[in-house]
């Protein structure tokens, strides 16, 4: 499962804004979503071990937290219409 968002390492790209801007309000879209993939793969991979896992957990917080903030800053909040 590829992201467009991927190689560049930014999460709130033009592409992933167009597509969570144009989704239904109900749809659910995340944008960090390989990056959790990526982590509970390596947590299958290592039975459970969270240890063995800790770079893609950071790589998906900080997914997270970017593209919280870019949200933020476009005052693009969860209540926001």
Partial sequence: MSSNSEPN????DKET?????NKSKSEFFD????????S???LNRN???RAMCTDYFEAYRACKKEWTNK?????????NS
């Fill in 31 to 38: 944008p960090c979503q390989e990056a959790a993939a990526r």
């Fill in 9 to 12: 390492g930014d999460p709130w």
């Fill in 40 to 42: 509970i793969r390596c």
């Fill in 71 to 79: 949200r933020k800053k476009e005052g693009g909040g969860f209540f």
């Fill in 47 to 49: 039975a459970g071990d």
């Fill in 17 to 21: 804004k167009r597509k969570f801007e």
